[in-house]
């Protein structure tokens, strides 16, 4: 299953970096965890705790502006690796090892589990992600000098570099996989940011870019794709419940950031768990189009209660910094 092509070069450059990073190298094991500490920066996870601390706590109408361009990056992947159906580098290389699987809980070679390989999804959500912070960091270095703001721009600047060459020293992409993810990155930004500030009526702006996400049920058979789309459509419902009846504040107080973002979590995870009960293990496996339908459903109302039901208790309990 899958498609399979690279240049000879890619192979020779992952086999070679592997063997002197982490076989031959000094860095020995300690190199794996190294490297996988990088990765980790791209994952969407934790993408998700910062996007979480940004809207939140930080600064809402950013997080709402760097959700939607995620969420474009994300779907928009999903979607390219249905196409391309590009095969992870060792599924067909035996001198490649995969040091860290994308499911931990599947096998190495069950490609439905492990995913596609082009364009590589951490390298474009963690530079649309941190490269958004650069800019916005950069527009506040004009108002704030400082060493703390340079700092920030660097490590902003650094981030998607390493998660993107971490991927292939890992084994589980291809170079390329990390270059067009840059450059996906990139032009989401590019787009979304146009849209995003030129489309003053967000709920048609959310609309179009739902119905156009949608194309993707006519041909994706991956789950990451309906997760996403879930997501999103639960994201963008949120943004506009929260602008009409919620309207919280951000906040400042260390108290408040810590509820806001331990309470938000756990919230996530018990409506995960809770919306999985009435299913078995075995409709999940079974990958049918009312398992996919029933996965984005899942998401959508996991990201809307979560994103736009939960905030209302920001106002009105002090344990999470609110003006009550």
Same mark, same amino acid.
């Given at each position: 299953?899958?498609?399979?092509?690279?240049?000879?070069?890619?192979?020779?450059?992952?086999?070679?970096?592997?063997?002197?990073?982490?076989?031959?190298?000094?860095?020995?094991?300690?190199?794996?965890?190294?490297?996988?500490?990088?990765?980790?920066?791209?994952?969407?996870?934790?993408?998700?705790?910062?996007?979480?601390?940004?809207?939140?706590?930080?600064?809402?109408?950013?997080?709402?502006?760097?959700?939607?361009?995620?969420?474009?990056?994300?779907?928009?992947?999903?979607?390219?690796?249905?196409?391309?159906?590009?095969?992870?580098?060792?599924?067909?290389?035996?001198?490649?090892?995969?040091?860290?699987?994308?499911?931990?809980?599947?096998?190495?070679?069950?490609?439905?589990?492990?995913?596609?390989?082009?364009?590589?999804?951490?390298?474009?959500?963690?530079?649309?992600?941190?490269?958004?912070?650069? *800019?916005? +960091?950069?527009?506040?270095? &004009? $108002?704030?000098? =400082?060493?703390? #703001?340079? %700092?920030?721009?660097?490590?902003? @600047?650094?981030?998607?570099?390493?998660?993107?060459?971490?991927?292939?020293?890992?084994?589980?992409?291809?170079?390329?996989?990390?270059?067009?993810?840059?450059?996906?990155?990139?032009?989401?930004?590019?787009?979304?940011?146009?849209?995003?500030?030129?489309?003053?009526?967000?709920?048609?702006?959310?609309?179009?870019?739902?119905?156009?996400?949608?194309?993707?049920?006519?041909?994706?058979?991956?789950?990451?794709?309906?997760?996403?789309?879930?997501?999103?459509?639960?994201?963008?419902?949120?943004?506009?419940?929260?602008?009409? *009846?919620? +309207?919280?504040?951000?906040? &400042? $107080?260390?108290? =408040?950031?810590? #509820?806001? %973002?331990?309470?938000?979590?756990? @919230?996530?995870?018990?409506?995960?768990?809770?919306?999985?009960?009435?299913?078995?293990?075995?409709?999940?496996?079974?990958?049918?189009?009312?398992?996919?339908?029933?996965?984005?459903?899942?998401?959508?109302?996991?990201?809307?209660?979560?994103?736009?039901?939960?905030?209302?208790?920001?106002?009105?309990?002090?344990?999470?910094?609110?003006?009550?």
């Amino acid at each position: 299953m899958g498609n399979v092509f690279y240049f000879e070069w890619e192979v020779n450059l992952i086999v070679f970096l592997q063997r002197l990073l982490l076989d031959t190298g000094k860095l020995g094991n300690a190199g794996k965890y190294i490297v996988s500490l990088f990765t980790l920066f791209g994952e969407e996870m934790f993408l998700i705790v910062i996007l979480g601390f940004i809207y939140w706590c930080y600064n809402k109408e950013l997080g709402k502006s760097i959700g939607y361009s995620m969420l474009i990056g994300m779907v928009s992947n999903a979607m390219i690796k249905n196409i391309f159906l590009r095969r992870r580098p060792y599924f067909d290389n035996k001198e490649i090892k995969c040091l860290k699987k994308v499911n931990e809980s599947a096998g190495l070679y069950d490609i439905k589990a492990q995913g596609f390989s082009f364009p590589s999804g951490h390298s474009t959500n963690s530079f649309v992600a941190y490269i958004s912070l650069f *800019y916005y +960091n950069k527009k506040l270095d &004009k $108002k704030r000098n =400082g060493t703390g #703001f340079v %700092i920030w721009k660097i490590i902003f @600047l650094m981030l998607p570099i390493l998660v993107g060459i971490s991927r292939f020293i890992l084994g589980v992409h291809y170079p390329t996989d990390v270059f067009f993810g840059w450059l996906m990155g990139l032009f989401t930004i590019l787009v979304s940011n146009y849209f995003y500030n030129k489309i003053k009526n967000k709920w048609k702006l959310f609309l179009i870019t739902y119905i156009i996400s949608l194309s993707g049920f006519f041909y994706c058979k991956t789950a990451d794709y309906f997760t996403t789309v879930g997501v999103m459509g639960g994201f963008f419902l949120a943004v506009l419940f929260e602008e009409k *009846y919620v +309207n919280f504040e951000n906040t &400042k $107080k260390i108290h =408040g950031i810590i #509820f806001r %973002i331990f309470f938000g979590l756990l @919230l996530y995870f018990i409506l995960s768990y809770v919306l999985k009960m009435p299913f078995d293990k075995e409709f999940f496996k079974s990958e049918s189009m009312l398992c996919f339908f029933i996965r984005s459903l899942r998401y959508m109302i996991v990201s809307f209660v979560v994103l736009g039901v939960y905030p209302l208790l920001f106002n009105k309990l002090p344990i999470f910094g609110g003006k009550k």
